[in-house]
T-cell receptor
Framework: GDSVTQMEGPVTLSEEAFLTINCTYT??????LFWYVQYPGEGLQLLLK?????DKGSNKGFEATYRKETTSFHLEKGSVQVSDSAVYFC???????????FGAGTTVTVRA | GAGVSQSPSNKVTEKGKDVELRCDPI?????LYWYRQSLGQGLEFLIY????????KSGLPSDRFSAERTGGSVSTLTIQRTQQEDSAVYLC????????????FGEGSRLTVL
């Protein structure tokens, strides 16, 4: 079945460092891809999404490009802040489906 | 409220007891989802509602788990005869339509079975 594999954490960075979280997927159809973020004490919320190959999703300085040839959707941010400390989840939804399949989550801690 | 509300936020119970977890979705959202997050694991899909109907219950781990939704709004997830392996955070999410363009999640109900 459809699945997502994302980079294991935890990841600890200094402020202004570059962040990459790898995400690859397996799907039989043409999935939409998502990154969700969970800040401490809050529910998961959508960070960005891409619905077709070569689309780039972006929000809050984060970017991810839907790469069909490598079945990847890596999350990047050029200069992280302490406020980016959170758990990040990669997810996919097949176009014929109505539910999200999530990765295990990557905990990111940014130190001042 | 403005967001998805779940209660209780924290529940500790003894093995063998029944528990009920409640979810109040965002007003007007027709789709409602239950997920489970176990320690170190990703989110595991449990059940999906469209209105009051549950077209997909395939994620419910056993017949001890059941869920209902009434009035196209509030949903209750019931776990009967709880086991220690049921310990997890149970997350509820809602969305405006049947698609998954954006799910809005509650903060979850943490269940601990002793």
């Amino acid at each position: 079945g459809d699945s997502v594999t994302q980079m294991e954490g935890p990841v600890t960075l200094s402020e202004e460092a570059f962040l990459t979280i790898n995400c690859t997927y397996t799907a039989t159809g043409y999935p939409s891809l998502f990154w969700y973020v969970q800040y401490p004490g809050e529910g998961l919320q959508l960070l960005l999404k891409a619905t077709k190959a070569d689309d780039k999703g972006s929000n809050k300085g984060f970017e991810a490009t839907y790469r069909k040839e490598t079945t990847s959707f890596h999350l990047e941010k050029g200069s992280v802040q302490v406020s980016d400390s959170a758990v990040y989840f990669c997810a996919l939804s097949d176009r014929n489906d109505y539910k999200l399949s999530f990765g295990a989550g990557t905990t990111v801690t940014v130190r001042a | 409220g403005a967001g998805v509300s779940q209660s209780p936020s924290n529940k500790v119970t003894e093995k063998g007891k029944d528990v009920e977890l409640r979810c109040d979705p965002i007003s007007g959202h027709t789709a409602l989802y239950w997920y489970r997050q176990s320690l170190g694991q990703g989110l595991e899909f449990l059940i999906y509602f469209q209105g009051n109907s549950a077209p997909d219950k395939s994620g419910l781990p056993s017949d001890r788990f059941s869920a209902e939704r009434t009035g196209g709004s509030v949903s209750t997830l019931t776990i009967q005869r709880t086991q220690q392996e049921d310990s997890a955070v149970y997350l509820c999410a809602s969305s405006l339509g049947g698609g998954v363009e954006e799910l809005f999640f509650g903060e979850g109900s943490r269940l601990t079975v002793l």
